[in-house]
């Protein structure tokens, strides 16, 4: 399992401390902690943070965020993934949803991509 998780600051913290207590193999920081980058940091230096470190854009941020990916590409670098949450699923179902992709995920199957969760098949009233 190679892929890491960075989780954008505007995120709920609980994403974090759920994710461990469901998966404690999967590595998720969270902007603003030790050795990532600091809170305030913008979205153009997370990415580049994230290509320097190899972790994936957790973020609920789907009006900039593209526009951000596509001009990091256009300058020359590459991005390990970035996943938007999904507004319609729970926490727990957007956790489900991060697990299975970091366990399912081959090395760089994301990479330069942004994935709307949720990315796995999911039954209409699994959607609620």
Known sequence: MNLKYLLDENVDPIYRTELTRLNSDILMWVVGVPNAPPRGTLDPEIILWCEEYDFALVTNNRSSMPVHLTDHIAAGHHAPGIFILSPKLSIGQNLDELI?????????EYQDQIV??????MLPSEHV
Not at 100 to 108: D, R
Not at 116 to 121: E, F, V
Request: hydrophobic letters at 45%; a negative charge.
């Open 116 to 121: 709307y969760l949720p990315h796995t098949y």
């Open 100 to 108: 299975f992709i970091a366990l399912a995920s081959f090395e760089n």
